[in-house]
């Protein structure tokens, strides 16, 4: 389990889940996720880091040289992309030009739900020359590129996010994409831990600015710090730990 929203009726479905099938295993990320199914009765569960994919042999060069502010991954609610969408138009209507790629896909099952829809309408309206929209699924090695030379804004929602894994925040520091996050998550503990990005309490549009900004006037430093969490993160998030956590459990 990636990560669970507990509710009542989701604790009566698993705590008979559990008393029915004591011999299934859940692996969970976190300690908080993992809680919730030790509370309802699993007697095996096991936190394993959330996994992630090489995506290089060696470290990244840090230290380069800035290219543009970046919101990657679904265009959804939860991951704040009504707060980039107000942050490029905050920046259009007070002439900026600093130069932004949303790559704003659909999510999972291949859709955009309205607010998204209206979203990206509201992008392309800004006609700012600085300003790059792809909505299209992008294949991986364009989809990584994207990340080299960038700040990455994650305006995540606090309350889902305090203690759960983003798989972009992983892709961006292991392409020494320094980060804007918000304070009180798991994205927020690796930026200061490694001083590979900024963690703001206000995600308003002038906060999350005033972060970027600050990432870009230190961008060597925050590029270097963004590479050192990569490389450690790749060794502590391999994914390799869940393949023998699930290999040996079916052995």
């Known amino acids: 389990f990636h990560w669970v929203r507990p509710s009542p009726g989701k604790a009566v479905f698993f705590r008979r889940f559990a008393a029915r099938h004591p011999g299934v295993a859940v692996?969970?990320?976190t300690?908080?996720?993992?809680?919730?199914?030790?509370?309802?009765?699993?007697?095996?569960?096991?936190?394993?880091?959330?996994?992630?994919?090489?995506?290089?042999?060696h470290a990244p060069p840090p230290g380069g040289e800035f290219r543009h502010l970046l919101y990657a991954g679904a265009a959804r609610r939860d991951k704040g992309f009504g707060?980039?969408?107000?942050l490029v138009s905050s920046m259009a209507g007070q002439r900026f030009s600093i130069p932004f790629v949303v790559q704003a896909s659909p999510d999972h099952?291949?859709?955009?739900?309205?607010?998204?829809?209206?979203g990206i309408s509201r992008l392309r309206e800004a006609s700012a020359s600085w300003l790059r929209v792809v909505t299209e699924t992008l294949e991986a090695g364009e989809y990584h590129a994207l990340f080299r030379g960038g700040v990455c804004l994650q305006?995540?929602?606090?309350?889902?996010?305090?203690?759960?894994?983003?798989?972009?925040?992983?892709?961006?520091?292991?392409?020494?994409?320094?980060?804007?996050?918000?304070e009180g998550t798991w994205m927020a503990?690796?930026?200061?831990?490694?001083?590979?990005?900024?963690?703001?309490?206000?995600?308003?549009?002038?906060?999350?600015?005033?972060?970027?900004?600050?990432?870009?006037?230190?961008?060597?430093?925050f590029s270097a710090?963004?590479?050192?969490?990569?490389?450690?993160?790749?060794?502590?998030?391999?994914?390799?730990?869940?393949?023998?956590e699930v290999a040996e459990g079916i052995q």
């Open 225 to 244: 710090g963004a590479a050192e969490a990569g490389m450690a993160l790749q060794e502590e998030h391999d994914a390799r730990r869940l393949y023998r």
């Open 155 to 182: 305006p995540y929602a606090r309350d889902d996010f305090r203690d759960r894994v983003s798989g972009v925040t992983l892709d961006a520091l292991s392409a020494a994409c320094p980060v804007v996050v918000p």
């Open 83 to 86: 707060r980039v969408v107000a």
């Open 31 to 57: 300690p908080s996720v993992a809680g919730v199914f030790r509370e309802c009765g699993f007697p095996d569960v096991r936190v394993v880091p959330y996994p992630i994919t090489r995506t290089m042999p």
């Open 27 to 29: 692996i969970a990320p």
């Open 189 to 221: 503990r690796v930026a200061e831990r490694y001083g590979a990005g900024v963690a703001v309490a206000d995600l308003s549009p002038s906060s999350l600015l005033e972060a970027a900004r600050a990432v870009i006037a230190e961008y060597g430093r």
């Open 109 to 118: 099952y291949g859709k955009l739900d309205d607010e998204a829809r209206q």
